[in-house]
């Protein structure tokens, strides 16, 4: 009983000694992950068959944006990831838009009879999880049997989306 107690006050001791150092100030801050903010997907027709399928575009708060254009390209092999393009998508644009998806997530855009025609989805996804935002459209190609105001939504679904798609810069 001795015995322990003394490797216990040993062991206690022992890690009081413990220094720790204050990294140097002018060593470079790690790099915190974050999730990307405003995030494009495309499941094309056929997409269950897929289980490789990325974001189209991934937009960061300060701008900095992923795109992978061959993403659901129909001949990428799916054990071959897709291609990777840095570079941005500027606040005015990705500002303007985050506007327009949040009205955008208030309209009916309309449910084709169709299936398996492909969904697109634009996420955001804020720091706050209570001010996410998911727009989803399917079938993005079919109109038949929507009313006038679907149809003008989806168009601005479609809009915003190329828009943000073809806003990308890469550098």
């Keep these: 009983m001795t015995s322990a107690l003394l490797i216990l006050v040993v062991a206690l001791a022992g890690s009081w000694g413990v220094a720790s150092a204050e990294p140097a100030p002018d060593a470079p801050t790690p790099a915190v992950p974050t999730v990307a903010l405003l995030t494009l997907t495309t499941m094309p027709s056929g997409w269950q068959s897929r289980i490789d399928l990325r974001p189209a575009l991934e937009v960061y708060p300060d701008g900095r944006a992923i795109k992978t254009p061959d993403a659901t390209a129909a ?5 071959t990831p897709p291609q990777r393009l840095n570079g941005t998508v500027s606040p005015v644009v ?11 997530a208030t309209l009916d855009l309309g449910m084709p009879s169709a299936t398996d025609q492909g969904t697109q989805i634009i996420d955001v996804m804020p720091q706050q999880p209570d001010q ?6 399917y079938a993005p190609d079919l109109t038949d049997g929507l009313t006038s105001e ?6 601005r679904f479609g809009d915003l989306y190329r828009k943000l798609v073809d806003s990308f810069v890469q550098g």
Aim: charged share 25%; hydrophobic share 55%.
């Design 132 to 137: 996410d935002v998911h727009v989803i459209m």
């Design 75 to 79: 001949d990428r092999v799916p054990t």
């Design 94 to 104: 990705l500002n303007a838009a985050l506007a327009e998806i949040r009205a955008l």
């Design 150 to 155: 679907q149809k003008a939504a989806r168009q």
